[in-house]
């Protein structure tokens, strides 16, 4: 497989997240399909904006209605200049915008029949019921996939027909289950014991075989399995196959299914309601009934009901009764309340609701000359100015980012002279970032992230009030996004893609006490949440998924004794950084201080020793020399030290008790031999090549059938330093102590060839780049390492994800966590809110699947007299003089009956009981500020409002926690 030569007809570099989403078929698909798209309010910019960031092959936009003031409520690809000019022709501008590869026309005309046999797919978005049943049946009956959608206010409704036996050909959007084989028994049945013990496979799944040494007999079969209790695999009849050597992959055949889907005239007769209680079946079919009564409202009267109208909104609950019971539902009383409130905020139109639905089809509503009309005819006037006046922080202007900072545009928060919105995010717009992220465009590609996300945001509202920050949210800037930023802020949502960054901005919100929206999607899998000090808990990160950010594989293993794919990259990568990057900076380092390495210690020179002495002893002057060096390098990486190795550790080695050293997950591993006939031969030298050559300011060369010429005229490479190996982590600790000097003077004597001449340039890892290649020598490299010790290696894809950290995306999902992040902005604004009232939200959209639960209350923690929860503090007002220690814990033992045994500021012990009485004296006459300079040697930050002190008393459990005590300045 040419490892470099990326599709013609698919742009890998601008879909990549999507592409390990959806895949390469169905992204094909995609950019085949015919899609119209009628009605062009809010749902329907929701619409066109996911297709066309997700590259179909042509949208047609219908809505000959002009634009009026409500659309600018959730539409925003439409403004002021607008306002009379036809929805269709006014957006179609900004929508193509969004992806120069994807056609985007508008039909000026009525739907008609011949209109509807040209597509694919047909979105309605705005329409009437009459032309609903119209257009579905028509639909249905000639295989064409119909979606209709629809919102009223706070409620909506969403309908597919995709016709009789549609076949789904992957039902849950996830990645096939695989693992590695640790042996295969030959009997009837034939048993398959894995190495891994968390990848847990179903009866009846089909699986593949691939790589197995040995049993070759299996390799490319497709069966069916049994699932045995202690998670072995039994496969088919394998008595007369060869015996199992070593190696191999089992992987999971992904099962299609096929699917009925009935027209829109039956399924509105006959409803299948699926909900978890028999309340949410019958809450569910009245709504149904509601949207019935809603389209019969319309007919009679040829218009919506008016905003919060008790007449309009009674004549809607008397049109549902007259409906009488749906089938297939129980006869119960109509919730004619659920029905009122439907019809009292039906005319409303909310960008979230839109986000979440992904349409809007709100019928007519009043004209007020206000673009927040929709909201308002939900809300009412009061809360859309106490929306304007919100001061929020927005962290992250990634996919979600985006969507978030488009939704608090449309919704005005911020857009008075008293309110604002802060971006914050140190990034920088790459290509792959403008298929999902919708503010950004091919000209932003380069320019940080907040800067062009809230300049694009201010264009959809010229009132927004909105400052990007290009500074990272951590520890190191504490001193911008400190007590002084804090105070100025209600409230926090925040778009991060790792649980670390997450639990940091939580840290924060929970220390100022702010509320927190919180989101995030893998895949098509997302969630959303609420945080509000005193009502809900605080965050946590999943213990698994925290742990799992912040693991690493022993260094020994990865070197030495790698057993899975994962193992094979992370070498890749870090042979990456060894020779193109810590080799190049080591070089300038001694260039520039030429004594500086005398005082590194002893495990970094060993990691630079080997690419130093090994790798650069002779600076390259010819492309010639950089393929003689990549060629030497492959021998020394893929021959000579599995050589090594196995000299160390003999494939019959046996350990004192009797079991064989290569044993477990130890894999014996195989020396290759070059043949530059094999592809990942050649393109570990092409690669590595080109990388030594950019590092030593050396033109390259891409030009294949030269450097197969060049590579039969080189001699074989000669024998290359090898670094000592060690059998674990801590023979490799204790091997790093004893660097010598010798070596030491051995290092320094390789590094004076570098001081004359023009200095190296060191490479940083860049993933979306597919011309540097940077991911082609690490893709080569991780398989080459996979066969030398048979392990089933990555394809490209797989290993571009795994090396780069990349959280596979996709528009709709995020559009549906930032709909539902701002359904519950509504909330926390509008408070004093009851726990009852917020949902957390977990969603899958591969399966149609959304859960929605009340957050879990703060626990209430208790000692003695005094109760609080996680969010409560123990304020100590700022005096005049300022408090001394001892009358600090003095207005403790006053104030709150306790009586401090211990008093840290962060890991520092500032007073204890158990400390002698003479060193106890020294502290209790200080200042607190002189005691925290003293102790710490750090005095408070200019606009520092609080020290935040942790405290233990006498008498307290082993698991209590006291709130933290905040000592005023």
Not at 46 to 70: Q, R
Not at 857 to 883: M, N, S, Y
Request: proline letters at 6%.
């Amino acid at each position: 497989m040419d490892i470099l030569e990326t599709s013609k007809l698919l742009d890998e570099e601008l879909y990549s997240r999507q592409l390990y989403v959806l895949g390469s078929e169905a992204m094909q698909r995609i950019q085949g399909a015919k899609v119209l798209l009628s009605g062009l309010r809010g749902l329907g910019a929701e619409v066109a904006k996911n297709l066309v960031l997700m590259g179909v092959g042509s949208l047609t936009l219908h809505d000959p209605h002009p634009t009026c003031w409500s659309d600018l409520t959730a539409q925003f690809f439409l403004s002021e200049e607008d306002l009379g000019k036809s929805r269709a022709e006014a957006s179609q501008k900004p929508v193509s915008q969004l992806n120069g590869a994807v056609q985007v026309c508008v039909h000026t005309g009525a739907i008609t029949e011949d209109l509807l046999l040209d597509f694919q797919v047909v979105v309605l978005t705005t329409s009437e019921l009459e032309e609903q049943l119209r257009v579905g049946n028509f639909c249905h009956q000639h295989r064409i996939c119909f979606v209709m959608a629809d919102t009223r206010g706070l409620v909506g409704q969403l309908f597919c027909d995709f016709g009789e036996n549609f076949t789904v050909w992957d039902p849950t959007e996830a990645e096939p289950l695989m693992a590695t084989i640790r042996h295969i028994s030959q009997g009837s049945p034939g048993v398959v014991t894995l190495r891994e013990a968390d990848v847990h496979f179903q009866d009846e799944d089909l699986v593949t075989f691939s790589g197995i040494e040995g049993m070759v007999e299996l390799n490319g079969c497709t069966q069916p399995i049994r699932v045995q209790e202690d998670g072995t695999l039994e496969v088919g009849d394998t008595t007369t196959f060869s015996r199992y050597l070593r190696g191999g992959a089992v992987t999971e055949v992904k099962k299609h299914k096929t699917v009925s889907h009935e027209s829109l005239a039956a399924a509105l007769l006959q409803p299948r309601v699926v909900a978890q209680s028999p309340r949410e079946v019958r809450r569910a079919c009245c709504l149904h009934q509601a949207f019935r009564a809603l389209h019969e409202f319309q007919a009679c009267t040829g218009r919506p009901p008016k905003p919060w109208h008790p007449g309009d909104a009674e004549a809607v609950v008397r049109l549902a009764q007259a409906l009488g019971p749906l089938q297939r539902t129980q006869e119960e009383l109509l919730d004619e309340a659920l029905v009122r409130a439907v019809a009292m905020c039906s005319t409303g139109d909310l960008s979230p609701m839109a986000a979440m639905l992904g349409a809007v089809a709100a019928q007519e509503v009043l004209k007020r000359s206000c673009r927040y009309d929709g909201q308002i005819a939900v809300f009412g006037a009061g809360f859309q100015e106490k929306l304007s006046c919100q001061r929020y922080l927005l962290v992250g202007a990634g996919a979600i980012g985006c969507e978030l900072l488009k939704g608090f545009a449309l919704m005005g928060l911020g857009a008075s002279d008293s309110g604002s919105i802060t971006v914050a995010d140190m990034d920088h717009i790459e290509r792959s970032n403008l298929s999902r992220q919708f503010l950004f465009r091919p000209q932003d590609i380069g320019s940080p992230k907040a800067k062009v996300a809230a300049e694009a945001a201010s264009r959809l509202n010229r009132g927004l009030q909105v400052t990007p920050l290009t500074h990272p949210l951590d520890r190191t800037t504490e001193h911008i996004f400190g007590d002084s930023f804090f105070s100025r802020v209600d409230g926090v949502a925040a778009a991060l893609d790792s649980f670390q960054a997450r639990s940091y901005v939580a840290a924060r919100c929970a220390h100022y006490l702010k509320p927190l929206l919180e989101a995030g999607t893998q895949g098509t899998w997302g969630s959303a949440a609420v945080f509000v000090p005193h009502v809900t808990e605080p965050y946590r990160a999943p213990v698994s998924a925290a742990a799992s950010e912040d693991a690493s594989n022993p260094v020994c293993t990865v070197r030495f004794f790698p057993s899975t794919v994962e193992h094979t990259l992370e070498w890749a990568r870090n042979e990456f950084e060894g020779l193109f990057r810590l080799s190049a900076e080591a070089i300038k380092c001694h260039q520039q201080a030429p004594t500086s390495l005398a005082d590194v210690d002893g495990p970094q020179v060993l990691t630079l020793l080997q690419p130093v002495l090994g790798v650069l002893r002779v600076r390259p002057q010819t492309w010639q020399d950089c393929v003689a060096w990549a060629r030497g390098h492959w021998q020394l990486c893929f021959h000579d030290s599995i050589t090594q190795l196995l000299k160390c550790f003999p494939p019959d080695k046996v350990l004192e008790d009797g079991t064989p050293f290569w044993s477990g997950s130890k894999q014996c591993p195989q020396p290759l031999e070059f043949d530059a006939n094999q592809d990942m031969h050649f393109f570990y030298v092409l690669a590595a090549a080109n990388l030594y050559a950019q590092m030593h300011g050396l033109p390259g060369s891409k030009d294949q059938t030269a450097l197969r010429r060049l590579l039969k005229l080189l001699p074989p490479p000669s024998p290359q330093h090898l670094a000592p190996i060690f059998a674990s982590d801590l023979e490799l600790a204790q091997a790093s102590t004893t660097f010598g000097p010798e070596q030491l003077k051995e290092l320094h004597k390789a590094l004076e060839v570098w001081n004359e001449g023009p200095p190296l340039q060191p490479l940083l890892f860049e993933k979306d780049d597919d011309s540097n290649f940077h991911v082609d020598f690490v893709v080569a490299a991780a398989s080459l390492r996979a066969q030398n010790y048979g392990i089933p290696p990555a394809n490209r894809a797989q290993s571009k994800r795994i090396v780069g950290q990349i959280i596979p995306a996709i528009a709709t999902a995020t559009a549906a966590v930032a709909g539902l992040v701002g359904l519950e902005l509504y909330k926390v604004v509008g408070g004093p809110t009851p726990l009852g009232a917020f949902r957390h939200s977990y969603l899958h959209l591969a399966e149609n699947y959304l859960s929605r639960w009340v957050p879990y209350a703060p626990a209430i923690q208790t000692f003695r007299h005094l109760t609080w929860t996680c969010w409560d503090r123990l304020k100590v007002p700022a005096g005049q003089p300022e408090r001394t220690l001892e009358s600090l814990l003095a207005h403790l033992q006053e104030q709150h009956g306790l009586q401090v045994r211990m008093l840290l500021y962060g890991p520092a012990v500032l007073y204890s009981t158990r400390w002698p009485h003479d060193r106890q004296a020294q502290h209790l006459p200080l200042k607190v500020t002189e005691l925290v300079q003293r102790v710490t040697g750090q005095v408070p930050e200019p606009g520092q409002q609080v020290l935040v002190l942790e405290l233990s008393c006498e008498g307290e459990e082993e698991d209590t926690a006291f709130p933290p005590l905040h000592y005023e300045l």
